[in-house]
């Protein structure tokens, strides 16, 4: 059987994209699954198919969370535990996004990427290590990015916080090495999700040009390289994983067949 059965996997932005690819391998896998995101319908959806996939041997609940709620994030443990969660095996830092092309942008996408991406990934980590270091175990996988790798025009706020996810995930990886806790950065390239038409504000044209001429990669090959690191034996910690498309060199060196 799989070293992941039986463990719990609480995933956020889990309702489409790398989020809802990598809940439905883990549930195959054999993991009880958390399903956090803001869209309750999408994540019902969400979790009938991990039910499918995992059986009826696994717990699945789909639970409605906006990341950026501080309350709502603080009360998530205690209310998970009254569902029925005992210990909590591995998080997943999904949630998160762009929102603009523009060099800057306004304050109000300036803060909202910074709470998305950063400080809500610290918080949830913040939670959850507490909880794992009760138990001596568990592994934060945090979803870094191309964008926490180099800072390209257009970018520079995502960019930015990209860089500090890179910084906060390496800090907690030290911090923790004297625990059972792994932490684990996986950063991806161009991935072909809702994620640009979210960076371009739902201009879809726009966010098809990104992929256009060369296969990007799936949110499915970056949930296999995820479950990957978790199946890993617990003295095996990945820190950080750089995942491209094979016609990806940079941001911009993209070989684009037209
Ligand atoms: C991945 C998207 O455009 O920075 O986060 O490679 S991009």
């Known amino acids: 059987t799989s070293r992941l059965q039986g463990k719990t996997a609480v995933i956020t932005g889990a309702s489409g994209g790398i989020g809802e690819a990598t809940a439905i391998l883990l549930a195959r896998a054999g993991c009880h699954i958390v399903l956090l995101a803001r869209r309750q319908a999408a994540l019902e959806e969400v979790a009938q198919k991990c039910r499918t996939e995992g059986g009826d041997g696994i717990k699945v ?7 950026n709620d501080r309350e709502a994030v603080e009360r998530l443990v205690p209310e998970l535990r009254e569902a029925g969660f005992e210990s909590f095996d ?5 949630a998160g996004g762009a929102v603009g092309k523009e060099q800057v942008g306004g304050l109000s996408d300036i803060d909202f990427m910074i709470s998305t991406n950063l400080v809500s990934l610290m918080q949830l980590s913040q939670t959850f290590v507490n909880e ?11 979803i870094g990015s191309l ?4 800072a390209y025009v257009g970018g520079s706020v ?3 916080v990209k860089h500090a996810v890179k910084a906060f995930t390496t800090s907690l990886m030290k911090e923790l090495v004297a625990t059972g806790i792994r932490v684990t950065e996986v950063a991806p390239g161009f ?3 809702n994620f640009s038409v979210t960076r371009f504000r739902g201009d879809a044209e726009a966010a098809a040009k ?3 001429g060369f296969q990007p990669l799936t949110p499915e090959d970056i949930a296999e390289e995820i479950v990957w690191c978790a199946l890993r034996p617990s003295h095996v910690q990945i820190a950080e994983l750089y995942v491209l498309p094979s016609a990806q060199g940079s941001a911009t060196i993209i070989a684009r067949k037209s």
């Open 191 to 193: 991935v072909e999700t």
């Open 210 to 212: 990104v992929y256009e």
């Open 61 to 67: 609940l789909a639970k409605t969370l906006d990341v």
């Open 132 to 142: 794992m270091k009760k138990a001596d175990s568990g592994h934060i996988i945090n």
């Open 90 to 94: 591995i998080l997943i830092n999904n």
């Open 158 to 160: 995502y960019c930015a």
């Open 147 to 150: 964008a926490g790798r180099e």
